[in-house]
């Protein structure tokens, strides 16, 4: 029996050490993870913090839509329209993915609302690419071709610049898109990517939403970058903000970017292949600049700069925190993330085929804490 107990006792010793021990070295060897479970991650994540969020939703009524699939063009001149664009950036190749997030657009939103979509390729888009698009949907298409950014980078001798596709597109997002002389014409823009899913009906207008509650950038999910993609990104826009401090917005979103009061990045980022945003604010003086002096780094090459984490800080600093919006109500998904709304009344609304409790919201890789500590009223994280 003693034999037995003292064995007993020696397992559970043995179990907790490795316990101990596997956790220790996860710590030290994932940073995610480490984040993740440390006491201050953890105590944000309670129920009580959580709830003290006190999240305004959009209004639920807000503009709605037509009910029905029945709305004739001629319906919508009577309803009023933001000057925006639904726009993806594609290839040819991702065509059939393609096809698929727009018919989920069009058919949670777009079929109603009859945004004009618009497609940006660096090579003229395949008869094929056109024919099929067109065919499922309801509005105006603009198929564009994209070349002014990359050429001059090449002219500039970017290490690189002509063939890291993946770098291309990502500085191509950051600073070009919406210089396009096609897209200047619009003010607003969704940024829509192949293959991503909207899990609910959109049952008001965005655009419209934006432009009445002076937002200018918006997300709906948010997450930590990978700190070796942007090693020296955080540098460049503290030499930006100091050389430049009139560009700084008062009421700024620090607190979500940096856990020390800017002395660090704490790597949060909204995930820009979901952005409704003003192009405006692209086009401003501050971020033309702001971009211009990143671009002068080389870091979109040299390291990874995305366009995500480049979009982020510019809002985050330039912009009042109040001009950046969560959209709880916008069921999105891009592999492998969701966000689902969260209350059930968004969720109920929009005839949600996502899963409530599977949004990403609070997993331990979310920035939702960080965003959640700075909106007023809030206590501070
Ligand atoms: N025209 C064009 N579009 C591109 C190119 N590379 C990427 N894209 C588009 O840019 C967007 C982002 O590219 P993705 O490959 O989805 O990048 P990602 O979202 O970081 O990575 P995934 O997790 O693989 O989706 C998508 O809309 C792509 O279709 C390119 O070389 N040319
Ligand atoms: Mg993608």
Not at 32 to 58: C, D, E, H
Not at 209 to 217: A, R, S, V
Not at 268 to 283: K, L, Q
Request: hydrophobic residues 35%; contains cysteine; glycine residues 6%.
């Amino acid at each position: 029996m003693l034999i037995k107990f003292t064995t007993t006792r020696r397992y559970i010793a043995l179990s907790v050490l490795i316990i101990f021990g596997l956790h220790a070295i996860l710590s030290i060897t994932h940073e995610g993870y480490g984040r993740a479970t440390s006491l201050s991650n953890i105590a944000s994540q309670m129920p009580w913090r959580r709830a003290k969020s006190g999240y305004v939703y959009p209004l639920e009524d807000y503009i709605p839509l037509p009910e029905s699939d029945a709305a004739t063009p001629a319906d919508q001149h009577l309803r009023r329209h933001a000057n925006a664009t639904l726009f993806m950036l594609a290839r040819n190749s991702d065509l059939e993915m393609a096809l698929r997030s727009v018919r989920r657009l069009e058919d949670r939103f777009n079929s109603h609302a009859r945004y004009p979509w618009t497609f940006m390729n660096e090579e003229p888009f395949t008869k094929e690419f056109k024919t099929r698009m067109r065919n499922i949907i309801y509005g105006e298409v603009a198929f564009l071709q994209a070349k002014a950014g990359r050429e001059q980078m090449e002219k500039d001798g970017v290490i690189y610049g002509g063939s890291v596709s993946y770098r291309n597109m990502c500085r191509f997002n950051s600073g070009f898109f919406f210089r396009h002389p096609e897209m200047q014409k619009y003010r607003w823009y969704w940024r829509v990517e192949p293959d991503v899913h909207f899990h609910c009906d959109i049952t008001y207008d965005p655009f419209i939403f934006m432009e009445d509650h002076n937002k200018t950038y918006s997300f709906t999910i948010t997450l930590y970058e990978f700190g070796e993609t942007i090693p020296t990104l955080w540098d460049a826009v503290k030499e930006f903000t100091k050389e430049n401090p009139q560009y700084v917005a008062k009421n700024n979103a620090m607190g979500y970017i940096s856990d020390d009061n800017g002395n660090s990045y704490n790597n949060c980022h909204f995930w820009s292949n979901f952005e409704i945003a003003d192009m405006d604010f692209w086009r401003s003086e501050a971020y033309t600049k702001f971009f211009e002096h990143l671009d002068s780094k080389g870091g979109f090459y040299y390291e990874r700069w995305g366009d995500a984490p480049v979009h982020s800080l510019a809002a985050s600093l330039f912009l009042d925190r109040n001009q950046i919006h969560f959209f709880n109500d916008i069921g999105y998904e891009h592999n492998p993330l969701t966000h689902c709304p969260r209350g059930t009344v968004a969720f109920q609304k929009g005839k949600c085929k996502c899963d409530m409790a599977g949004t990403f919201d609070y997993d331990w890789r979310s920035c939702m804490p960080q965003w959640d500590r700075i909106q007023d009223g809030l206590i501070p994280g």
